[in-house]
Every structure is written in structure tokens, then in C-alpha cells.
């Protein structure tokens, strides 16, 4: 069977183009739906440019959101969010390992739940619904992990959204607890440092009267030899007294004197006992041993005020007294002697301090003077005292004739332990604690390198009403 032929190719007509369907509708050109395409491209394109930036701030909002998150977790200070009613919404670490509590746990928790009594959660309430805009500070006791009451010092600030509207409050606070550990411990080196000045400054007075033992003793065998002379002549006197009225009574102790015996008798033991020379010394003999037992009271008075241990009451004074009283202590302690220049000034020296301070810082600086002219030669052998006084200050200057201050020493010439003199002469002590004494008087002591002399040393005290 022969094979049948193929049928004919149908012609198949060539699919129109879009634009060719669209200008077929009818009323619609070529150019309107152009400038739809167009549009179309242009939005296309504008939201592919808003979902880069849309990322590109999302990306910015995490790593800003980390940050905040790494600031958070680095405070040392607890933190708390809380929303209008007062409940939490976000904390940081530290609260959470102060509290013992993980975040999930605290947060719609009240935050009065937090608070360890009635009184902090009654505050913390009133802080909350307070109309202030800026923060309050107030003092709340948080329970912490085990159950106990922790103080913390807490800054109460309202948080606002958009039209000012509160949203709620932000809590920062921090334990109180260490730091009144940390001012107890300081309040205790404190009060040993004062201790150990105390111990430094009665050294320092102990070493002073070391170097005026031997004329203090000197000074105290004088009125002492008074009080014993004349005690010995009062014993005497008081034998002959008793002879010579035995011999007048031993008789007729009941008879008139006209009655007695020989009157010429009496006048011979009379003039042979001395009676009436004995009558006209006494009075001196008892003069004299009472300028002597007060003159020894002064000394001991005088070297218990200096040498006490405890502060002095501060009372006011005359500087003038003081001021003689330490150069008559120091003459008396010098092994060679030392010209010691001084006149009282005319108008009154009135400050207000504790003489027995005052006189440890004046005879330090006149025993420095001393031991600065001591090498030199006899007419150079001076220390010069001047004191003035102005309507605000009092001001004392000891000037030496020695060699100076060299100015390597000068700028720590009031620091502790430091002397320039040789091991086993000097504590480095003094000039420090005489510093030390004039600040806590309200003054000032300065040195200085003087232009005519050796060394300058000025006390400065505030001027006090006269005593």
C-alpha cells in the first residue's frame, strides 16, 4: 500500500508583541503605556532602594542594640525599667546577680517585689507617681540572693515617648554596702594615722627635753636650795624662839612679867639668842621659800603642759609670753652659748591656740637656729627673734647668722624622717609636726634663705582678740 502524502504545513500566524496588544485595546496609544512602564521601573527601583536602607538601619539598630546591651551587661550600677503601673520590663545583669533572679523571672514582676520593706516600697511608690520630669534620688533596701536587706542608694528618672508622654521609670542604683565598708576601714586608718601622730609628736617633745634635762635641772636645784636654806634658818630660829620663851614661863608661868624674874636677865638672853634680829629676818626667810616653791611649780607646771600628750584645748593667748618663755627653756638647754636676740614688740601678739603646741614649735625653730650657728664663730653666734602684728595676722620670724638653707634642702625642709643632720642627731621630725601644728592652727610656716643672714623661718597665726 503506497504511503499517503503529508498534509500540507498550516501557516501559523506569528504572536503579536506587547506593545502591538496593548495599542489593540482600544483608545489606549503606544506613548501612555510607555510612560506606565516607566512609572513601574521607577517604583521598582524605589522600593529596591527602600529595602537596602530599610536594611541597611536594621543593621544599624542591632549594633546599636548590642551596644546598649553590652553597656548594660558591663554596669556595675543595678538598673531597672519599669512601665506606668510600676512593673518591670527589662534589667541588667548586675540586678539579676544581686537579686539571685534570672531576667525572664523579674520581668512583669512589680517592682516593689524587689524591695525588702514596707518603707522603701512606700518611697519608691511616691517616687514613681511623682509630676517631677527630672530624677529624684532616695534610699531603698533590696533584697538581695540570700534574703537580706542591702542598702542602696537609688536615682528615680521618668522615661517619656513621643508627646512627652510618660511611658514609665528607669531605676539606677547602687549598693551602699561597700562603701560603708570602704569609709568604715577609712574612718579606722584614719583615726590610727592619728594615733601615730600623736605617738611622732610626743617623740618628738620627749627628744626636746632630752636636750634641756641638764638646764632644767640646774633651774630646779636653785629655788629648791632656796626652799631648804631657809626651811634649815626657820628650824633654827624656831629653836631660840623656844628657849626664850621657856626662860620667860618656865618659873611662874602664872605670875605677872613684873613678877618674873631679873628683867636685865631676860634682856641678855634676849640679845645673846638674837631674838629681835631673828623677828625682822623672818619675814624674808618665808618670802624666800615661797618664791622658791612657786618658781619650782612653775617648772613642773610648765614641763607637764609641754610635754602632755593629748591636744590642748585652743584658748586665747598672748604670743609674747610664749614667745619668752621658749627662749628662757632653750638658753637653759645649750651646751655653748648663743646670743639670743629678742625685744618684746610694743603692741599686743593676740592669737588663739594652745600655748604648749605654740611653745613645742618655737622652741624647735630657735634649738634649729642654735644648732645652725654653732659652728660659727663667736660674733656670728646669734639667732634673732622678731614679732609683728597687723590687723589679720600675728607673724614671728627667727633669723639665724648661719651658713643657710641649701637649695637642694629647701624644697623638702618640711617633709617627714628628713634632716640634714648627721645619724644620730636629728629625727627629721620636727620641723614636719611644727608644720603639722601651726595648719591645724590656722597658719602658715615658711622657709626661706634670708639676705642679710643664714636661714629665715616665719610663723604666720590669725590674729585673735586680746586675751
Known sequence: MAARPPLPARAVPEPASSLERLGALEGVDESAWLDVIQKMEQVYTQLIDDEVKLEQKNAELELQQQFIASVMASMSDVLVVCDRS?????????????????????????????????????R????????????????????????????????????????????????VGRPTGELKRAY??????????????????????????????????HELNNPISFVLGNT???????????????????????ADLADLADLAELSALRQRLRIDRLLDDLPELIAGTLEGAQRTADIVQGLKRFSAMDPQEHQPLELAAVIELAIAWVQKGQAEPVQLRWQRPATALPVRGSAGQLQQVLMNLLQNACYAVATQPPERRWVEIRATADASWVRVCVLDAGAGIAPEHLPRIFDPFYTTKPVGQGTGLGLSISYGIVEE?????????????????????PRACAP
Open 441 to 461: 592652727h590656722g597658719g602658715q610656716l615658711r622657709a626661706r634663705n634670708s639676705a642679710h643672714a643664714g636661714a629665715e623661718f616665719e610663723l604666720s597665726l
Open 124 to 171: 519608691a511608690q511616691r517616687a514613681m507617681q511623682g509630676s517631677t520630669q527630672q530624677g529624684v534620688e532616695i534610699e531603698l533596701n533590696l533584697l538581695d540572693r540570700h534574703g537580706q536587706p542591702l542598702s542602696v542608694d537609688a536615682s528615680c528618672t521618668p522615661r517619656f515617648g513621643g508627646a512627652r508622654r510618660r511611658l514609665g521609670t528607669v531605676w
Open 232 to 254: 634649815h634658818a626657820l628650824q633654827k630660829y624656831c629653836n631660840r624662839l623656844q628657849s626664850y620663851l621657856s626662860a620667860v614661863h618656865q618659873q611662874r608661868p602664872n
Open 86 to 122: 510600676g512593673r518591670i520590663e527589662q534589667v541588667n545583669r548586675a540586678l539579676c546577680e544581686l537579686v539571685g533572679r534570672s531576667e525572664a523571672e523579674l520581668v512583669g514582676q512589680p517592682v516593689a517585689r524587689l524591695l525588702a520593706d514596707a518603707g522603701s516600697q512606700e
Open 184 to 217: 568604715q576601714e577609712l574612718q579606722a586608718a584614719h583615726a590610727a594615722l592619728k594615733s601615730a601622730q600623736q605617738q611622732l609628736l610626743h617623740s618628738e617633745k620627749m627628744a626636746s627635753l632630752g636636750q634641756l634635762v641638764a638646764g632644767v635641772a
